[in-house]
Nanobody, 125 residues
Framework: QVQVAESGGGLAQAGGSMRLTCTWSGLPDDFVYFVMGWFRQTPGMEREWVSSISSSGTTTEYVDSVKGRFTISRNNAKRTQYLQMNSLKPDDTGVYYC????????????????WGQGTQVTVSS
């Protein structure tokens, strides 16, 4: 059974920073084989892809609105992924989900094999 410990959300002021963490266990294959990503969702809106990182960690991609502010990373030995969020804006508010997928392009299209439970991020102006 896949289990995900997602943490790091909360309340921040605009311009502040926050780091989200997802630690995975029970994946059907080794964590190192999965592409990992982050998504976010606000009420009434569809879930939005934010960032992805390749299985080796050498390739990353970001939605334009977070480029230069967010950094995705992973530690395969710890089966953990991270999203460092800097220069936060009120528009970054939402529930953030981590995800594991088998294809880099597929994940950016919202096609994931496993999802975290989500953590709320609220940025006040």
């Amino acid at each position: 059974q896949v289990q995900v410990a997602e943490s790091g959300g909360g309340l921040a002021q605009a311009g502040g920073s926050m780091r989200l963490t997802c630690t995975w266990s029970g994946l059907p294959d080794d964590f190192v084989y999965f592409v990992m990503g982050w998504f976010r969702q606000t009420p009434g809106m569809e879930r939005e892809w934010v960032s992805s990182i390749s299985s080796s960690g050498t390739t990353t991609e970001y939605v334009d609105s977070v480029k230069g502010r967010f950094t995705i990373s992973r530690n395969n030995a710890k089966r953990t992924q991270y999203l460092q969020m800097n220069s936060l804006k009120p528009d970054d508010t939402g529930v953030y989900y981590c995800a594991a997928g088998t294809g880099f392009t597929l994940l950016s299209q919202g096609i994931a094999n496993h999802w975290g439970q989500g953590t709320q991020v609220t940025v006040s102006s």
